[in-house]
């Protein structure tokens, strides 16, 4: 599985600082999902989302991602 940083109205991949590129296999593959939803906290990232990517890019799971909303109270719960 990858886990990617993805913006929710380009569809646009996070491959570095102010880099974001069409194809997801260029992105950035983050180690965890806490690890994605904490670079976006930090970076107070907003209009963007998590992907996750199963299967040689054939299956995902799409997670959005707002500042201080619910993913990052799902994270502090898994963490606790």
Known sequence: MRIL?????SGLYFKGPNVWV???LEAVDFVNS???IDFCARQRLA?????L???AEK??????FQPGGAASAVR???SA
Not at 47 to 51: K, P, S
Not at 59 to 64: A, G, H, R, S
């Open 5 to 9: 940083l993805q913006q929710k109205d």
């Open 22 to 24: 069409r194809n997801s």
């Open 34 to 36: 806490n690890a994605a």
């Open 47 to 51: 209009g963007v989302q998590l992907v």
């Open 53 to 55: 990517k199963f299967e």
């Open 59 to 64: 299956y995902e799971i799409v997670l959005p």
């Open 76 to 78: 502090a719960r898994a």
